[in-house]
């Protein structure tokens, strides 16, 4: 008995020490939730707020906003009210923030699951493998259309047995108007910054890229030259020789030297061009168009062997560059055209007889997620002309898209008769939008089934967009989920970040003035100040 005793005291023991300490845990979790509970009151709340509010107005007296306009709007979407306003029913513009506008209406109306199709037509009959008519591809805007996808509609089109085209290769691009230039359907006398056609059928982002090698072919040791998209439309002239021996290219093991660097095509809104200035004399490109549009390019100068230069320009006549990169992949794939290739309207053809044998979709919202994040201004124009030529009512998309943008924001009661719109990305500088008005369209959207929409579009701050750079290192990192808006004389802010009670917080930040980065120090600021809010601040 007394063996049994001395094993069971021990164990009884320390039994009843792991119950104190149970205990004593829980008597300080119930005494530190009434001590939450004693301590903490709906005033100590509204002072938090009230605290909040004085360190954004500590922020926005800044001198530099002395001679500046400005809205501020801070909103709560879970309690439905302002933290924080100033001037937010004022009309400023507000440059990319445009954007948010565009993407958003285009959802609404047309749907969240919209997509964009580039479909593949003939005109004749399809016997034995040959197709007795003509071929065309017809664009309904997308943007992000690229060489591989039109390979791909080629793959389904052989799959149909087709060997051989009677007819001629055309593509159609009329689901837009013929206005494909900005500034002139904008309305706008400054260009701000020049982008690409604006077409129903784009490839590439309407950019060529005119890629020079240092190939010898044979004893005359001319350069190879390449153009992306590969098209029978474009014209090139090379006279660039190739400087050494051929036996230097091994590709991939002189990664260093070839130039193929991107760079963003709004700093730029031009030709872009690489060149190496340690080869002698280097490699020229120039480019011209005649009065039909057809675009030459011509190569001169010296290239290393094993070198490499890549060269951007736009594209001047972009359905007709499809039509020509069509014929060359039908052709590159063994089946045989016949005929020529072109631009022409499908429904102009004397044939009446119509079917569609292939087609690509694409989701809008698979365009809309690099406007949004990137504050890509082409892709942007071509949202704001699919939402006016979607309608069917009328041949000037731009006029039509206006319309049926501000048509939406009144169904959704977003308060912005007075707001502006002259095109989709903001360049126009004659765009008008309130700081409430966004706040009320970011409200709307939060609490509609486009919320994952907006919330996987935005750009995230420190991690990648617009904003990849900034308010790394704080609280807002990864959190904040904005669109910006940038001008030389305009910079804005505007999205959803999560406060330290996780609590969604809209804001609009709008300036319009001089000090462009002045006014992203302060937009950084605010937002680092939302991420660190929290309730019942006692040192507040």
């Not at 104190?20 to 002072?47: G, H, L, V, W």
């Not at 590159?332 to 005929?339: D, P, T």
């Not at 069917?392 to 048509?407: C, H, P, S, V």
């Amino acid at each position: 008995m007394n063996i049994i005793n001395k094993n069971i005291k021990p164990k009884f023991l320390f039994l009843l020490v792991i119950v104190a300490i149970i205990a004593s845990i829980c008597m300080k979790s119930q005494n530190t939730e009434e001590y939450r509970i004693q301590t903490f009151t709906p005033e100590d709340s509204i002072k938090s707020i009230k605290y909040l509010s004085a360190q954004i107005s500590k922020i926005i007296s800044d001198p530099a906003l002395k001679n500046s306009k400005y809205e501020i709007a801070v909103y709560s979407l879970e309690n439905k009210k302002y933290f924080f306003k100033k001037n937010i029913d004022e009309f400023l513009t507000p440059a990319s923030i445009t954007k948010l506008f565009t993407c958003l209406t285009a959802l609404h109306s047309l749907s969240n699951d919209f997509k964009v199709k580039t479909s593949v037509y003939t005109t004749g009959d399809i016997k034995n493998g040959v197709l007795n008519g003509d071929i065309y591809i017809y664009g309904r805007g997308d943007a992000l259309l690229k060489t591989s996808d039109i390979e791909n509609l080629v793959a389904i089109i052989k799959s149909k047995g087709i060997s051989e085209i009677m007819g001629n290769v055309y593509a159609d691009g009329s689901y837009f108007d013929k206005i494909e230039n900005r500034v002139e359907y904008s309305g706008d006398r400054e260009v701000v910054q020049a982008i690409q056609p604006v077409t129903a059928l784009s490839i590439e982002n309407n950019l060529v890229t005119v890629t020079v090698e240092g190939i010898p072919q044979g004893k005359a040791k001319y350069s190879s030259v390449k153009t992306n998209p590969p098209s029978d439309a474009f014209i090139i002239q090379n006279s660039s020789k190739v400087l050494g021996d051929n036996v230097e290219h091994k590709r991939g093991q002189k990664q260093g030297n070839l130039i193929q660097k991107e760079k963003m095509i709004e700093e730029f809104g031009g030709p872009i061009r690489f060149i190496n200035a340690s080869v002698k004399n280097a490699i020229h490109i120039s480019q011209k168009s005649d009065v039909n549009n057809v675009q030459t390019f011509q190569i001169s100068g010296n290239i290393d062997a094993g070198q490499t230069y890549s060269y951007k320009y736009f594209i001047s006549d972009p359905v007709r560059v499809i039509a020509g990169t069509f014929k060359r992949i039908l052709t590159n794939n063994g089946i045989m055209i016949h005929g020529t290739f072109g631009e022409k309207e499908l429904k102009t053809s004397n044939n009446s007889k119509q079917s569609m044998i292939a087609e690509f979709e694409r989701y809008l919202v698979d365009i809309i997620s690099p406007t949004m994040k990137n504050s890509d201004n082409y892709y942007a124009e071509n949202i704001f002309k699919i939402i006016g030529a979607n309608s069917g009512k009328m041949r000037d998309n731009a006029k039509e898209a206006k319309q049926i943008i501000l048509k939406v924001l009144d169904t959704i009661n977003i308060p912005c008769i007075d707001c502006q719109f002259n095109d989709g990305s903001g360049l126009s500088r004659r765009n008008k939008v309130s700081a409430e008005s966004v706040i009320k369209l970011l409200e709307s959207t939060y609490y509609s089934p486009l919320r994952r929409i907006l919330d996987t579009t935005m750009a995230i701050a420190g991690y990648d967009g617009t904003i990849r750079n900034r308010m790394v290192g704080t609280l807002a990192e990864q959190n904040l989920k904005a669109k910006t808006g940038t001008h030389s004389n305009v910079s804005g802010l505007c999205g959803i970040v999560k406060t330290l009670d996780g609590e969604p917080i809209a804001f609009s930040f709008i300036f319009n003035g001089a000090n462009v980065g002045v006014y992203k120090q302060i937009e950084n600021q605010l937002g680092i100040l939302l991420s660190e809010f929290f309730y019942f601040n006692r040192d507040n």
